[in-house]
């Protein structure tokens, strides 16, 4: 498998981090994580018409960028740098990738535009009461009333489920798992905001009763939304190393210019062997991501869903290390609300979770390797 990065790629990663340096600063975040949508609608168009982000994955013939989970890594991580707020997980990650994977002709060419345009944000709909994202675990019923569908049940922890202007719910049909679409002012779709720890991210819980929604698959397609929340998960990981590399970033400039006893504190050996751990680890979490997104692009399934857990399990505890990390090695100050680390270690906690903890990534790896 070929692992190196292109000119092109490191462009890509230049231009998104100028953005996001500019566009998401800490104060902007604070703002943001407070307002009901949580976040900002223009700079979302801007996404689209300036760097043509939103539909990166999205093919050509669709009105996207024609490119892949390489780089959409690159954005993810230069995103988790600087916690930016907004729905690109949900929509141009997760909902695009459902939509190319599992739906039909006629429904890409009817949503990717939109999505890709940014006039449309998207939603993927799949933990239900017990909070599990895979696949297997939907226990959602869509009933069939002639030609068309209805959905009774309830989703939860839907990523910008409140926000998003199409939503597509994975339940069970007749012939197996299946995608449906279902309009945001739909009658019967009900939904609420979810109190979160990560208030930089917002989650929903969509409650559906006799509501109609649109089929917009044929066949069981669990083996391409399967792929869909392996791109979601990878995706996810390479965020939690941007937002990891920042916490070390913080960490080290803060060693070397607070001063304790006459001299920096990162001269202390306590201090100096926290931040080359946190080196360490965060390098390994960034080949670890990596890897997955270039498995995801090389096409082997089994290479790709093992490089993916494994990704996920190892990003999501260095993430939390060194954000915890980050608030011990500043003190007092690291405590407090107002200092951004606060703000990195709740994402890191918050992160750690969705789509399963290390610990239901590692036994999905385990069993992928048949061990």
């Not at 600063?25 to 700079?43: C, I, W």
Request: glycine share 8%; with cysteine.
């Amino acid at each position: 498998m070929d692992f190196a990065f292109t000119h092109e790629h490191e462009e890509l990663r230049q231009t998104v981090r100028k953005f996001m340096e500019k566009e998401s600063s800490e104060a902007t975040v604070r703002k943001l994580m407070e307002t009901e949508a949580g976040f900002d609608r223009a700079l979302w168009g801007r996404l689209a018409s300036e760097l043509s982000l939103l539909g990166l994955a999205i093919p050509e013939q669709y009105g996207g960028a024609g490119l892949g989970a390489v780089e959409l890594a690159i954005v993810m991580e230069e995103m988790g740098r600087v916690l930016f707020c907004a729905p690109f997980l949900s929509s141009a990650v997760m909902a695009s990738n459902a939509i190319l994977l599992a739906a039909d002709d006629a429904a890409k060419s009817r949503l990717l535009p939109a999505l890709a345009e940014g006039k449309s944000i998207g939603a993927l709909a799949i933990a239900e009461k017990e909070g599990r994202w895979n696949i297997d675990g939907v226990e959602m019923q869509a009933k069939r009333e002639g030609s068309a569908w209805k959905l009774d049940g309830v989703k939860n922890y839907v990523i910008d489920g409140a926000q998003a202007d199409i939503i597509m719910v994975v339940a069970r049909a007749d012939d197996g798992i299946a995608l449906f679409q279902v309009e945001s002012k739909a009658a019967g779709l009900e939904r609420s905001d979810l109190p979160t720890l990560d208030l930089t991210r917002k989650l929903a819980q969509l409650t559906f009763k006799g509501t109609p929604a649109a089929r917009i698959c044929s066949g069981d397609v669990s083996a391409a939304l399967q792929r869909a929340m392996a791109l979601a998960v990878t995706a996810l990981a390479a965020e939690q190393v941007g937002g990891a590399q920042r916490c070390l970033e913080m960490s080290t400039e803060y060693a070397r210019t607070r001063l304790q006893f006459g001299r920096p504190i990162g001269s202390f050996q306590a201090i100096k062997h926290k931040c080359a751990d946190m080196l360490v680890d965060v390098e390994f979490a960034r080949s670890a991501a990596y890897g997955a997104a270039f498995a995801a692009a090389g096409g082997n399934d089994d290479e790709f869903f093992t490089a993916a857990h494994g990704a996920k399990s190892f990003c999501s505890e260095t993430y939390f290390r060194a954000a915890a990390d980050t608030i011990q090695i500043h003190g007092g100050m690291g405590f407090t609300w107002e200092h951004p680390a606060h703000l990195y270690f709740k994402r890191a906690r918050a992160s750690s979770v969705m789509f399963g903890d290390p610990a239901v990534h590692r036994q999905r790896l385990a069993a992928s390797l048949g061990i």
